[in-house]
Every structure is written in C-alpha cells, then in structure tokens.
C-alpha cells in the first residue's frame, strides 16, 4: 500500500502567487515525522520543513510552511510569494517509528515569471 | 546536510564490472538510508541500517545487491555485474535513530554503466 501520495505530478505557477502542493499519508502508527524536501535540476535533496505527528501547530520554516491536517491526513506544503528559484521538484516523506524514510512520487514545481 | 559525504560523485562502469558507492554519514548519526532514484521519477527506497546492523532490505533486489555499515568507516553500497539498468542516481542519508527529526542527505552518486 502506497504510504505517501502526491496527487499532482506538475504544477506551473507566477512569479509571486503562493502555492499549496498537495500530500497524503497513511499509517497506524501514532508516533511519526513528515517531512518536505526540495530536489532542484542540480539534483541534491535539500530538507525544507518537518513536522512532527504530536505537534499542536503547523510548522513554519521562511517561506514554507506545513498545512498539517492529522484526521484528513494530510501535510500540504505551502510555499508563499514564489520565486523562479522555488522551480524544482518537491518531495514528501513521513518516517514511523523505528522505520525507514519513504517518499512519495514527488511534484515538478515550475514558476513562470 | 553538507555533513554526508557521498563519493565518488560519478561513476562510469562496464557491464559486469562491480560498483562501490560510498557513504559517510553526518557526525552523530547512527542510521543510514540508500535510496536510488531514476530520472525523471521518485527516490525508492534500497535500505536502511545501523552500525552493524540492516534494520530493513525490503528495497533491495535479492541479487547483485549488497550493503553494510560497518562500525568503522563509511557504508557501502555494492552492486556486482552491474547492468545498463542499474544507471541511476544513488542517494545516502543519514539520521539519529529517533522519528522526529530529519534525514540529511549526500550529494549523490551517478552511476552510468556502459
């Protein structure tokens, strides 16, 4: 069963507009970290922003900030006044327990100026 | 997540030729991930160990592939008689053993095999 679900595989966004990038998860496990990672054409994976399962709030981390949402689960990044530098591809990831990190298929993120 | 260091960054290998890839994680962590990534698709997952220790393979394939983290120095990634299909981009992580904080990655290794 698919853990992680990135429903759009391409987004194309302006210059300045804020957008949400969409993620679902699934699991039992009450103990568990999201996270986002950014992969541009360069190919490292850059750490954007976690969030932790017990948490009250949503993360905020600059511009990034996490639509957490535990009973529909899911962990939205939303990314405010975009910029041609934000043009990459986004990953979401959620770690259980005493487990491995697993990502989802990813979002192609294209900011057009 | 300058701290893990993949090497070597690129590596050019004949069919039936063996691959090293190597990882040393950051300072502290204890944990190291593998993951492969084709182009244009997701990171899948390989596997995931601890100092002499796998904790999970579920990711690799049941032959040519090898891993160890040994107590001293990096883990390896070992790939025998590499085939066309194995050219992919191969990614270390690596973390404390705790769920709630981040793994950093490596740079990467592309591995092209000719």
């Known amino acids: 069963a698919q853990k992680i679900t990135q429903t759009q595989p391409g987004m194309f966004v302006q210059e300045k507009e804020a957008v949400t990038l969409d993620c679902t998860y699934d699991t039992s496990d009450p103990s568990y970290g999201l996270f986002w990672y950014k992969q541009p054409s360069s190919g490292e994976m850059i750490f954007l922003i976690y969030q932790g399962s017990y948490d009250q709030q949503n993360a905020t981390e600059g511009r990034y900030s996490l639509n957490f949402q535990k009973a529909r689960k899911s962990a939205n990044l939303v990314i405010s006044a975009s910029q041609l530098g934000d043009s990459a591809m986004y990953f979401c990831a959620m770690r259980e327990r005493a487990q491995k990190l697993v990502f989802g298929q990813g979002t192609r993120l294209t900011i057009n100026p | 997540n300058a701290g893990v260091m993949q090497n070597p960054r690129h590596l050019v290998r004949r069919r039936g030729q063996e691959a090293r890839l190597r990882c040393s994680p950051m300072k502290g962590h204890s944990h190291v991930y593998w993951y492969r990534q084709l182009p244009e698709e997701g990171l899948k997952f390989m596997v995931y160990l601890q100092k002499e220790n796998i904790i999970d393979e579920s990711g690799m394939p049941k032959e040519r592939f090898s891993a160890e983290f040994p107590k001293e120095g990096p883990s390896i990634l070992r790939i025998q008689q590499v085939v066309r299909g194995d050219s992919a981009a191969y990614f270390c992580?690596?973390?404390?053993?705790?769920?709630?904080?981040?793994?950093?990655f490596g740079q990467g290794t592309r591995l092209t095999v000719v």
């Open positions: 992580a690596s973390s404390p053993p705790t769920v709630h904080t981040e793994a950093f």
